[in-house]
């Protein structure tokens, strides 16, 4: 059975710094591609990073690039999202995603954490 379990949402005061964390079971990180999207109530969802399988290729959004980083754990089945410089606009649930490219959308999420970004 496919899972990914995100967490290390929380409150941060804007600048301040979060490390998010995609803890993935029943399916074989190596192989998989994982994205990182995020979703403001009444707003579309948006892709915010993403790191392919076989070579690592990582990708970001204009809107966080050079203030994110996306990195995996193949060994311990997890992917970071590590967010600095935080913006109020940051203020999300954020999603991490599974299959094998990375595409907008993916086929296996896990259940979100919250984001917030205090001005």
């Known amino acids: 059975q496919v899972q990914l379990v995100e967490?290390?949402?929380?409150?941060?005061q804007a600048g301040g710094s979060l490390r998010l964390s995609c803890a993935t079971s029943g399916f074989?990180?190596?192989?998989?591609?994982?994205?990182w999207f995020r979703q403001v109530p009444g707003k579309a969802r948006e892709g915010v990073s993403c790191i392919?399988?076989?070579?690592?290729s990582t990708y970001y959004s204009d809107s966080v690039k050079g203030r994110f980083t996306?990195?995996?754990?193949?060994?311990?089945d997890t992917v970071y999202l590590q967010m600095?410089?935080?913006k109020?606009?940051?203020?999300?649930?954020?999603?991490?995603?599974?299959d094998l490219d990375c595409k907008a959308t993916?086929?296996?999420?896990?259940?979100?954490t919250q984001v917030t970004v205090s001005s």
Not at 29 to 35: F, Q, R, T
């Open 52 to 56: 392919s399988s076989r070579h690592g």
């Open 70 to 76: 996306i990195s995996r754990d193949n060994a311990n």
């Open 7 to 12: 967490s290390g949402g929380g409150l941060v």
């Open 28 to 35: 074989t990180l190596d192989y998989y591609a994982i994205g």
């Open 88 to 98: 109020p606009e940051d203020t999300a649930v954020y999603y991490c995603a599974s």
């Open 106 to 112: 993916m086929r296996y999420w896990g259940q979100g």
């Open 84 to 86: 600095n410089s935080l």
